[in-house]
């Protein structure tokens, strides 16, 4: 297996499944947490992102497809691109708008099936050979909560860092229907000045 990158609940290799390369991600077991709390929480993480993925395809969003899933480690389709981070200032104003209009539909076909990514940055989005794919469900789950949806709205805004590239991304998540009432979530939010990642209890 070949390292590729290590986040902060596990880490990610290149390997190959019979003919077929693969990313493997393992979740690496957390010194501060006793054994009879890491153990289920690592496996029951693990099952839950495995889900995520099943669904997010099932509601047409490119994502890794998962090949096998272990107890700690999942077994995923491996994606040769570029991370949207890498392309959003290299790219003409046509690409900029193409890429990130597709990324704001993606995120809006995610919300309609309830699902929500909970680290929705430029840094969890993949651009290969033009088509966008999302990565790392790690934080992610399902929830009908308005304010949840709208920390990905906020959490790729932030991680934009430019009002113009915010709003082509926008204009593809406006064709989600409970657009409205997310903003005036993350209106809600911005105005508080703080927002919570999700994160799960327990990590």
């Known amino acids: 297996m070949k390292f590729l990158a290590r986040g902060a609940e596990a880490e990610l290799y290149r390997d190959r499944l019979h003919d077929r390369a693969v990313a493997e991600k393992i979740r690496i077991k957390k010194k501060y947490r006793i054994q009879e709390i890491d153990l289920p929480l690592r496996r029951s993480r693990t099952r839950g992102e495995a889900s995520l993925l099943h669904s997010a395809k099932e509601a047409c969003v490119a994502c890794p497809t998962v090949y096998e899933i272990g107890d700690f480690e999942l077994k995923l389709g491996f994606i040769d691109g570029v991370m949207l981070r890498d392309l959003v200032r290299k790219s003409s104003r046509a690409q900029l708008r193409k890429m990130l209009r597709e990324v704001g539909m993606g995120l809006a076909r995610l919300h ?12 969890n989005v993949m651009v290969s050979e033009g088509k966008v794919f999302f990565i790392d469900f790690g934080l992610g ?21 430019n009002n113009a590239a915010y709003k082509l991304f926008l204009s593809g998540y406006r064709s989600y229907k409970g657009y409205p009432r997310v903003m005036s979530q993350l209106a809600e939010i911005e105005k508080r000045g703080r927002y919570v990642v999700r994160s799960w209890a327990g990590a």
């Open 112 to 123: 309609e099936a309830d699902i929500v990514h909970g680290d929705f940055t430029t840094a």
């Open 141 to 161: 789950g399902f929830s009908k909560d308005a304010e949840e949806k709208a920390v990905d709205v906020l959490l790729m805004k932030k991680s934009l860092g």
